[in-house]
């Protein structure tokens, strides 16, 4: 992932780690440890129709709380996960908790849409797309509710054997995201060329709604551009009801932020599903091209 994944920088303070500067290895031993003896969460964050306000899906985002070093943040964990190759067993992990978990909303009448950050060294393991099939058919999840959060350094190596993977994704049914667009170095040549189904803008472009007029120009353009090619688009790090309206009115269609809710432990995002209401997602024309 390209942004804010300077390499090296896990020394960096967080306030969320007590124990501020900490070695790589301590940390990586440290995260080992947490998934062996369950300090190791996936919370739920809402996507929300922006019209509506009723949810109508779930990222999963990991969460480590640690007995020494408190909440240790995905941008400190996932990083140092990437590069030391265990990204694969956690990666792992999180879609089995997680595609349990919509089971769950679906058996509960909310089939809602749970979306599953994948890293690039997950989604090059020759067996990912098997892995997956086997997953979903255990568990009795549609593949048309699961979708995979992918960035767009995922297409820069390999990319004709991703593209096949992608497309065989596609044909079982599992959606296709972009995540943090925007912020890759990819062309948009790949938009119509591969099956991608939603857009995610990156909450950097957000931030600035509905003041920042370069924030304003390039949101909109996003938002025309997925509605061209019949991409869904959902905003992230919506904070505000002022940036929400902004959104509204370019006629972006989802959004996840704090507006609504931040990632949730799953009891507490299976009671936000019964009082905020959920809109099963509609069944999108499949993407015009590539799929
Ligand atoms: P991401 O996939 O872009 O996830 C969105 C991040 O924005 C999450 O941070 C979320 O908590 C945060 N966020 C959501 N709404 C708001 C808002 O309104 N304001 C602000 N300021 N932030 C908001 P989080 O949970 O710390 O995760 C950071 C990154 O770590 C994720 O970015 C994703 O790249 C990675 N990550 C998290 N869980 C997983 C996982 O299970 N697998 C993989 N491969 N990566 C993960
Ligand atoms: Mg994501
Ligand atoms: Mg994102
Ligand atoms: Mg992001």
């Known amino acids: 992932r390209v942004k804010e994944r300077g390499r090296g920088n896990y020394g960096f303070y967080q306030p969320q780690m007590n124990a501020g500067l900490l070695s790589r290895m301590q940390l990586e031993h440290a995260m080992r440890q947490a998934l062996a003896n369950g300090r190791l969460a996936v919370h739920y964050q809402p996507q929300v129709c922006i019209q509506t306000g009723h949810v109508t899906g779930a990222e999963a985002l990991m ?22 190759g265990y990204i ?12 349990l978990e919509a ?24 067996d990912f797309v098997q892995r997956l099939t086997r997953l979903l058919e255990a568990e009795g999840l549609p593949p048309t509710l699961l979708e995979l959060e992918l960035t767009e350094t995922i297409l820069l ?33 790949y938009l119509k060329k591969l099956p991608i189904h939603k857009l995610k803008i990156d909450q950097s472009f957000v931030r600035g709604l509905p003041g920042d007029e370069e924030d304003r120009a390039i949101v909109g353009a996003i938002v025309n551009m997925g509605r061209a090619l019949r991409i869904e688009v959902v905003a992230e790090g919506v904070e505000t009801e002022a940036q929400r309206a902004a959104l509204a009115q370019m006629q972006c269609h989802h959004y996840q932020g704090f507006l609504c809710a931040p990632g ?26 590539g799929g």
């Open 103 to 126: 089971v769950r909303w679906m058996q509960a009448g909310y089939p809602i849409k749970l979306s599953v950050n994948v890293s690039a060294l997950e989604f090059r393991q020759p």
């Open 63 to 84: 969460r480590w709380t640690d007995p020494e070093f408190g909440v240790v943040s995905p941008s400190v964990f996932i990083p140092l996960a990437e590069e030391s």
């Open 264 to 289: 949730l432990a799953a009891e507490a995002f299976r009671r936000l599903l019964v009082t905020q209401g959920v809109d099963v997602p509609a069944n999108l024309p499949a993407p015009p091209r």
């Open 88 to 99: 694969v067993t956690l990666g792992a992990w999180v879609l089995e908790q997680s595609v």
């Open 157 to 189: 190596q390999d990319a004709q054997e991703m593209a096949l993977r992608l497309k065989a994704l596609a044909d079982l049914g599992v959606g296709l995201v972009i995540d943090d667009f925007g912020t890759g170095y990819s062309s948009l040549a």
